[in-house]
């Protein structure tokens, strides 16, 4: 890394590392942890998934609790199973090629390929040793983050952010390789992950682009894969917010947390059609938005402190009315089990080649 782009991060908070953020926050945290007498006060936050939501679940239980037909075909895969066993199940279930795959268990977007055809498919099935997901590719060209929260006891929530997220992608000028556009390229999320990309695509970094050429980096739009963040908080209005207390009243039991969810339009989401929900991150999602506008570290800092004070709030309540909170040495253990699949996770997304 050269100097100018070393003073860049230093000069952007938002690039700096995740303890770097979070580390002066901690006695806030800690706060909560001693007023509910266990580091795991968030986990009646959102009842039904387990551990709250905060790390280790999977997005089966919460597909399961979202309305049909508001989240893409899915079909689950056991990696005991053969391959022809899992080809029958996918063509059973009505997929053909390209679909989604990605583990059940995982998290920024790690393991997140398009499968193409059936060699690739093979190989994914051949090294993934968790439950992983095929779903059909959707082919809405927005996808938005909306952060919502409501008190059990209320009818109304809060959307309290909204962003466009878009995948890291590079344009081609008719002269410059792929490893030049990724090294000039200045975008707050790819200046930290230029290693990683050039990494990932390092069979194809002396390909030249022809002029207006786009080639993706990654198709997750995380900010881990270098995604670019855009704030629309302006969008949030009364039909947006009865959309989300909609869904949030479906099963009862999605108070806290983040969608990620695919549309047509911000215009058709606020309609209840056309998008097609991704993912619900419940009590550990992340505070998107923050990085989606021009915030300064201070505002950001609120921001967060905001939503922790809802989720410990929302928590007090659902223990007060029956939730149980998890036991030291349970959550201890599941999550130092979610840690160590996350960190397995992430080797294997930096070795397995990208379709």
Known sequence: MNFKESLYIITHWQTWHHH??????????VWYCLRAGTPWFFTPSNPTLTFGGFEGEGKKEMYEQLPLGSYPS??????????SQAVQQIADAGFTYPFIVKPDVGMMGFMFRKIDNPAQLA???QKMPFLYIVQELIDYPTEV???YYRMPNENKGTVSGMLIKSPAQVVGDGSKTIRELILANNA????????QLLSR??????KVLALGEVFSLSLSTNRSQGGTLIGIDHEIDERLQSFFDSLSHHNGNFFYGRYDIKCKS?????AGKNFSILEFNGAGAGTQHIYANPYSLFKACSIIFTHWKMLARISRYNHKNGIKVW????????????KKNLTMLKKMDAEFPVF
């Open 327 to 338: 036991k030291f040495r349970e959550g201890w253990r599941f999550l130092k089990t979610a």
């Open 145 to 147: 983050a909306a952060f």
């Open 20 to 29: 770097a953020k979070y580390i002066p926050l901690t006695p806030v945290w």
């Open 201 to 206: 695509h390092k069979e194809r970094l002396d």
């Open 74 to 83: 899915t079909t689950y895969i056991d990696p005991e199973v053969s391959i």
């Open 188 to 195: 707050v999320a790819v200046v930290t992950k230029k290693e």
């Open 266 to 270: 911000i215009e058709d989401l606020k």
């Open 123 to 125: 190989l994914y099935h």
